[in-house]
Every structure is written in C-alpha cells, then in structure tokens.
C-alpha cells in the first residue's frame, strides 16, 4: 500500500506523488512517451528495497508484506557475452517464472516488456509471459505501449489497468504524472517527431 509515494531522486516541489493499493494482482500500466510510467515503476521497486533494508521512503505511508522483487528495467545487451537486449530481457523475465513457480511471494517489475523485438513476436511473447507472472503469489506490474495486452485475462488473479497521460495546449505537451484507472486512451509519438523535426 503506497500513500503518496514519490521516487526519492526528485527534488521536493517537483515530484508527483502517486498512492496504490495491491494484492496479488496483474497490473498493466499504458501511457505516452515521457508520461511517467517507468518513473513510477521505479518508484515501487525502489521504495521496496529501501523499506526492506530498514531505510525511509519518499511518502506519507508505506505498508508491505516480505517479498522478492525482480525487475526487468533498463536491460542492456553485452557485446562480450553475444547477448542482445532481447535476449537479456528473456533471461530476466525467464528468471520471475521460475521463482514464481516455486511459490516464492514476489513483486515483478517489467518496464515495456520485450522492446527489443517487434511488434507481432512482443505481443504474442507478452501475452505468454503475462500468463506465468500471474499467480496467487504475485503481483506483478507491467509497463507496455501494446494497447492489445490491456485487455489479456486471467483465471488465478485480478487484472487491473492503469494509465499516464498528456495534454496538448498551444502546441505544447504538458504532463500531470498522475497514474489514472484504465487503459491509455492518447499518444504523443506523432507529435514528438514532429517536434524534433522529423516528418
């Protein structure tokens, strides 16, 4: 249960604090480029690990059970070892399956979830992984730009979906940072190349 939570390297004033409560769950979080979905993520895992070894955590309240938390953001390939940044997500993602068929209470921390593939393999390979990482056992988050995996079902656990989003005002893009209920619903791809100067 995080009340308020903020991630700890914002400066005060600047941050946007966001609150959720969960229980074992599957829980998909869309939104735009920039919108504040790995920032969130990183808030979560984070904050675990520093309420874990004692520490305090940016928030007005934080409350959390024992549990393994496994993250699979900002994965890198390694040229000495041949392996790409796909293949190192599949490790790491392959690596939560195991633990969670063992039992072991874990929170799962995917951010875009097989990016480093396209399209049609990232769907069907999210979908298949998204079935494991959804037991009893878990609770597993997952950031993705697959409005398709939004609507993925499971028999064992609630699946929840959450969003950021933009605005647009005088050509502008302006962010609240907010997590909000529900699927995405906008996107800002088109308007950032377009602000770069790509056409």
């Known amino acids: 249960e995080a009340d308020k939570l903020s991630h700890l390297l914002i400066p005060y004033g600047e941050n946007v604090p966001n609150s959720l409560t969960l229980k074992p769950s599957l829980n998909i979080i869309t939104?735009?480029?920039?919108?504040?979905?790995?920032?969130?993520?990183?808030?979560?895992?984070?904050?675990?690990i520093l309420a874990y070894a004692?520490?305090?955590?940016?928030?007005?309240?934080?409350?959390?059970?024992?549990?393994?938390?496994?993250?699979s953001i900002r994965v890198n390939?390694?040229?000495?070892?041949?392996?790409?940044?796909?293949?190192?997500e599949l490790i790491r993602i392959k690596n939560m399956i195991e633990a969670a068929d063992k039992?072991?209470?874990?929170?799962?921390?995917?951010?875009?979830?097989?990016?480093?593939?396209n399209s049609a393999d990232r769907i069907v390979g999210a979908e298949a992984a998204l079935k494991h990482l959804s037991r009893t056992n878990l609770i597993t988050l997952v950031s993705t730009h697959d409005f398709e995996l939004c609507n993925i079902k499971s028999e064992q656990v609630p699946v929840n979906n959450y969003?950021?989003?933009?605005?647009?005002h005088e050509d502008k893009l302006l962010f609240d940072y907010t997590m909000k209920d529900g699927p995405c619903k906008t996107t800002n791809a088109q308007f950032l190349l377009k602000l770069v100067g790509i056409k």
Do not use: Q
């Open 163 to 168: 969003h950021f989003e933009e605005h647009f």
């Open 31 to 48: 939104g735009s480029n920039m919108s504040g979905k790995t920032t969130w993520l990183r808030t979560l895992a984070s904050s675990c």
């Open 103 to 117: 039992g072991i209470p874990m929170l799962a921390v995917i951010d875009e979830i097989f990016k480093g593939t």
């Open 77 to 88: 390939d390694d040229l000495g070892s041949g392996i790409s940044t796909f293949y190192a």
């Open 54 to 71: 004692g520490a305090p955590v940016c928030g007005k309240g934080f409350k959390l059970t024992p549990v393994h938390v496994l993250t």
